[in-house]
């Protein structure tokens, strides 16, 4: 990781005919790299940290059925819900919510 010495924000690197350059995302000043840099763009994420992608039907496991919440795009009282740690193990878990009516997924922080 390198930051930029005029106004210390985050450098990213990039490839620039086969030589590495180094760009201050905040004031665009540029630096070149060392010769050997490899630049990656991969990330690998454990098992822990996958994300869950809900198809139009989906319902993830453990997911629930109640009244009374209301729904933000189409004001059904219906909605499914279900819960995830996605944060610190100290801190509560999230509440994820998708409407039965117009499928809209979104979350609650405790």
Known sequence: MKFCPKCRSMMTPRKVNGATIYKCVKCGYEEEGPKSHI????????ETERTIVL??????????????????????????????????ADEPPTRFYKCTKCGKVWREYE
């Open 39 to 46: 630049i990656s763009s991969k990330v690998k994420h454990s």
């Open 55 to 88: 198809e139009d039907e989906e319902i993830p496991a453990g997911t629930q059925k109640m009244k009374g919440v209301m729904c933000p795009s189409c004001r059904n009282d219906e909605v499914y819900f279900w819960m995830l740690q996605t944060r610190a």
